[in-house]
């Protein structure tokens, strides 16, 4: 199951405490202080991997605790510090500190970010000596780490997204294209969660069916959206036995404008889908009403093999295309 959002526990390791320790020497057998400082706490930090479904893993057990420093030893010497921990969590991830309202995203693979920082160490007897107290038998004990509450939301950073309303057939294109076995079923929400797959090597996500109001939280508006936003493109899929596929595909772009309006800048395929199910002379009605947009339209249809395959095509055509840009322009 693919977990996008995840709420969390997590404490930094507390310092050790200063220790009172005396410095045996022969014919004095208490020359002096020599009680060491204790070692800090671990720190906590979140850690961004390429593997998208990492919250999935910690979905048994959301609590992340630090390793304590250890208190101090004789001859002034200070215990260990507590190793650090660290979350992983998938690249493009916000993390919200809910108690602190802070927030960080992770926008690369490896990049980390401290989240809690350890309990420094206490001091020992050593720090207390003076001139009126040779034989201080103070020491002070280690601090607390910081701890508290995070809330994961993971925004999916992918080659492809596939938008559209329920039922549009973007499980079933997902199907076809990757190796992926997302479910297919006609009726609304079939799609609760974004499934991934593969198209040699482009990473296309089916994010769940998007409905009218969807940019003001209706039907998970809001949770679904937010995975559109990071796309590098799209592809609206329209059904076409729907009663008006023009105005189903303005709608879906008016939610996505009133959410975000760089939504509207992606570059977007319009793909109608079912052709099997409807006449010619409609479809090339539709596709003449949707001309004036400028965008790519792709006809798909499941007993059209060859309509998925042309799909594919064009789709691996262009996006190396856009690669060998990139490298060209990093030269």
Known sequence: MFVDELTIYAKAG??????????HEKYRP?????????GNGGDVYVRAVKDLNRLSKYTGNNSFVAESGE?????????KNGADTFIDIPVGSRVKDIHRNRYFELMNVGETERILKGGG????????????????????????????DFLIEVA????????????????????????????????PFTT??????????????????????????????????????????????VSLEHEDPVLEYYTIREELSKYDSSLVGKEEWIILTKKDLVKQEDIDKVIEALAKTEKRVLVIGQNDPESYKTLKDALVTHLRKIDSAKEEINK
């Not at 507390?14 to 410095?23: Q, S």
């Not at 208490?30 to 204790?38: K, S, T, V």
């Not at 003076?130 to 201080?136: D, R, V, Y």
């Open 71 to 79: 208190a101090g030893t004789n001859k002034s010497q200070a215990g």
């Open 121 to 148: 160490g206490g001091l020992g007897n050593k720090h207390f000596k003076s001139s009126t107290n040779q034989s201080p038998v103070e020491s002070t004990n280690g601090r607390a780490g910081e701890e508290g």
């Open 192 to 237: 609760i969660e974004p499934h991934l797959g593969d198209l040699y090597g482009y990473v296309i996500a089916d994010i769940p069916g998007l409905i009218a109001g969807a940019a003001d939280g209706k039907g998970l508006g809001h949770k679904f959206l937010r995975h559109v936003a990071r796309t590098k493109m799209l592809l609206h899929l």
């Open 14 to 23: 507390n310092g050790g405490n200063g220790v009172v320790r005396w410095l």
């Open 30 to 38: 208490m020359a002096g202080p020599a009680g060491g400082d204790g």
């Open 156 to 187: 999916l950073m992918v080659d492809i997204g596939l938008i559209g309303f329920p039922n549009a057939g973007k499980s079933t294109l997902l199907n076809e294209l990757t190796n992926a076995t997302s479910k297919i079923g006609a009726y």
